[in-house]
């Protein structure tokens, strides 16, 4: 990645008047999920691309070495070589963009990887997740432990009640020491935007978040009852736009939560292309946060590669 952004000046000004129209950005929706994204004879190419933006996660109370080490392994090599090499591409590097795990869990990443001998960057949630309902000094330290124990990205959850009540410039307040405290790593910050109330609340947010210095902006943590859907990456990717025209800055968007097929990754992908433009079409500006996507993923690469679906004893292990 490039080095971490530094944010702007609070200007509220650029949030005063914003009103989203909700039934343009629902038909947007709409019509983005109801045609093909992509043709036939370039899924595979896509869903290859669409591999190296998976930050690989697990966030689960009973995660262990063990399991972190698997996870690391498996970012390392996302698809079976057999699979790969039956479609000349065994020697391209594929691996994900990122693992990430909890901050007690970070020491087990980077040592996993080291071992593996890769260097797929270290994300680690932080700041209370994944309410954010502690006080600022523990989520603040939270960011430093996972930063000194080897983390290069931390994903941040905000306190959604200061969206909630209006009170933007606490919300810049909060994210800039969050930005302190990362240090040089990669801040991704997390507005749970199935917590925030309306898509205009989104949209401000996304806004306050990036003036702070996040370098992405997340949709979810993937615990809310909703997570990321289009509507909400329209409005967020429709500011990330707008910031980026007001200050020449691009920031990265990670939608995360509920992606688990291989087809809703290609309607990401296409989102992506249509509203930012190709050179959003990277891992340093774009990222997938997903458990579970690189299996379905594996399966539609080895249906494509076979002509049927794998059997049981076939199936991918995760």
Same mark, same amino acid.
């Given at each position: 990645m490039s080095a971490p952004s530094r944010g702007t000046e609070l200007d509220l000004s650029w949030i005063a008047k914003v009103q989203v129209n909700q039934p343009a950005v629902l038909r947007r929706a709409g019509q983005i999920q109801a045609r093909r994204t992509v043709k036939k004879e370039w899924e595979v190419a896509w869903l290859l691309k669409a591999v190296t933006f998976i930050d690989l996660t697990t966030l689960s109370g009973d995660d262990t070495f063990s399991n972190v080490q698997r996870l690391c392994y498996k970012a390392k090599y996302p698809i079976r070589e057999d699979l790969l090499k039956a479609l000349d591409m065994h020697d391209k590097g594929i691996t994900t963009a990122a693992v990430c795990v909890y901050p007690a869990r970070v020491c087990d990443a980077v040592k996993a990887l080291k071992a593996a001998g890769c260097n797929i960057p270290v994300a680690s949630v932080?700041?209370?997740f994944?309410?954010?309902?502690?006080? @600022?000094q523990p989520? $603040?330290?939270?960011i430093r432990l996972a930063?000194?124990?080897g983390a290069t990205?931390?994903?941040?959850?905000i306190n959604r009640t200061l969206v909630l009540t209006g009170q933007w410039k606490a919300l810049y307040d909060e994210i800039r020491q969050f930005r302190k405290a990362c240090?040089?790593?990669h801040l991704k910050t997390i507005l749970a935007t199935g917590e925030l109330g309306s898509l205009t609340n989104i949209y401000k947010a996304s806004m306050i978040a990036m003036m702070a210095g996040s370098d992405f902006i997340k949709t979810s943590t993937g615990k809310e009852a909703v997570n990321a859907t289009f509507p909400v990456a329209i409005v967020m990717l429709r500011a990330i736009r707008d910031f980026f025209w007001k200050t020449g800055n691009k920031i990265g968007f990670k939608p995360a939560g509920g992606i688990r097929s291989a087809k809703d990754a290609l309607v990401w992908l296409s989102l992506i292309k249509e509203e930012l433009g190709d050179?959003? @079409?990277?891992?340093? $500006?774009?990222?997938?946060?997903a458990s579970t996507l690189l299996l379905d993923i594996e399966k539609q690469?080895?249906?494509?590669?076979?002509?049927r679906h794998a059997t049981y004893h076939e199936l991918p292990m995760s």
């Open positions: 932080a700041t209370g994944p309410a954010g309902q502690t006080h @600022l989520r $603040l330290e939270e930063v000194e124990d990205e931390i994903d941040v959850v240090g040089e790593a050179e959003w @079409l990277k891992p340093e $500006l774009f990222r997938i946060g690469i080895f249906h494509h590669g076979t002509g």
